[in-house]
């Protein structure tokens, strides 16, 4: 029998913090950017209010069980947290710091360092950066010992008995094999044994490199993935009568475009989204026509033509509760659960 693991990407920025308190306001946290959205066209789906969970904020720990409880009702398997590693700085990490510390909720989880530096382009200003991300051989040795603690968690999820690493943007690294080098030699030498490092292939990167050429082990997929920016023109759609909204694009060709794929030559983990819109924090891309059945019909699709390693098959969901990016697994004023029993149809449980 071989095991289907479904991991979501989890974000942890639902409680406030002194840094968005100087950047955004106090109080701010991810809810603003939310619960702010209005309609930019007939029928858009603007703002997405929670349901179920209300507007919770991640320091609770019961909000967290009742998280995972969910999760795992409807078929996820585990969260891939956003991990925010500044030269030794965390940020937002309190969430798991106590997940980790607490040895609560007991669901399998693992990090993806989101290795961008911050800027206020919320705001439009893309240029203002408020946190820089700097590299160095001395901060992976430290970057890499932090995560050691993460890691040797019973919880932790693996690959082939390897703990599951994800880097975002591996392009932004001076040298991603020297950094893979150190990872792997301080993981051997305080007894973990080898890593499972992960490429991460976004449409809003485009660093699409052969994850063994940098000393990775695979890729992993990251959706909505739109053709070059020079041919989306192509796939743009009239959202309404006589109305084109620049930046919308059918949910129907995401799917078409995911399933044509070609297959690659090296070991690449697929993924799906439920929705996508982030308006809430920009004018950006809008996915139209997305519905729990398409969904549905998507991650079983993927699921059936994911690579099987060592007997398991890992599949990534885009995402948990990006509230601001309108993909969320969880329930919402418009299909309450919906999404959720879709996962769970899919999954074959």
Known sequence: MIKKNLIAFYLPQFHPTPENDEWWGKGFTEWTNVTRAKPLFRGHYQPHLPTDLGFYDLRVPEVREEQANLAREYGVTGFCYYHYWFHGRRLLDRPFREVLSSGTPDFPFCLCWANESWGRRWDGLEKQILLKQTYSPEDDVEHIRWLLKAFEDNRYIRVSGKPLFLVYRVGALPSAAN???????????????????????????????????????????????????????????????????????????????????????????????????????????????????????????????SPVVDGEKFVFINAWNEWAEGNHLEPCQKWQRQYLEATLQASGR
């Open 179 to 305: 950094s893979s080098d150190i990872w792997r030699e301080e993981a051997h030498r305080a007894g973990i044994g080898d890593i499972f490092l992960c490429t991460v292939q976004s449409n809003f990167d485009g660093n699409f490199v052969n994850p063994k050429d940098v000393g990775f082990d695979a890729a992993v997929e990251f959706q909505p993935y739109l053709p070059q920016r020079s041919r989306l023109s192509k796939i743009l759609e009239k959202i309404s009568a006589g109305v084109s909204t620049r930046g919308a694009v059918s949910y129907d060709t995401l799917i078409r475009y995911s399933l044509d794929a070609p297959e690659t030559s090296y070991l690449r983990f697929r993924s799906v989204t439920p929705s996508w819109d982030n308006t809430a924090r920009r004018k950006s891309l809008v996915l139209v026509h997305s519905t729990p059945a398409k969904y549905s019909y998507w991650l079983r699709e993927v699921i059936g033509r």
